[in-house]
């Protein structure tokens, strides 16, 4: 499976984003879909989860709020609002699938695939 994400560009502090997540796979609605985010030098951060029906949905709770995940099955994309966007949000976010449905949303481990990274920079 591959994972294109899109999206990520500079923007200024309290203004919106949507990233893009595409997955080359037939049975996309099988996958676990998340978004996670990593600045360098530190560990790669859980930001939000979807179950493969869209129908539960997880967020960290630094997003919580302001953030949406969202997933269109025929499309086989996965999506991220972002609103509210802090300078603290700046990061590579990063799509990843996860096949086994793992409890462990939140663990980078427990996903089998993962996109190449999009860059998100909040600065006025």
């Known amino acids: 499976v591959q994972l294109v994400e899109s999206g990520g560009e500079l923007v200024q502090p309290g203004g919106s984003l949507r990233l893009y997540c595409t997955a080359s796979?037939?049975?996309?609605?099988?996958?676990?879909m998340a978004w996670f985010r990593q600045e360098p030098g530190t560990e790669r951060e859980f930001v939000a989860a979807?179950?493969?029906?869209?129908?539960?949905?997880y967020y960290a709770d630094s997003v919580k709020g302001r953030f949406t995940i969202s997933r269109d099955n025929a499309k086989n994309t996965v999506y991220l609002l972002m609103n509210s966007l802090k300078s603290e949000d700046t990061a590579i976010y990063y799509c990843?699938?996860?096949?086994?449905?793992?409890?462990?949303?939140?663990?980078?481990?427990?996903?089998?695939?993962w996109g190449q990274g999009t860059q998100v920079t909040v600065s006025s």
């Open positions: 990843a699938a996860d096949l086994g449905g793992s409890r462990a949303y939140y663990r980078p481990l427990s996903y089998d695939y």
């Open positions: 796979t037939r049975t996309f609605s099988n996958y676990a």
């Open positions: 979807i179950v493969g029906s869209g129908t539960v949905t």
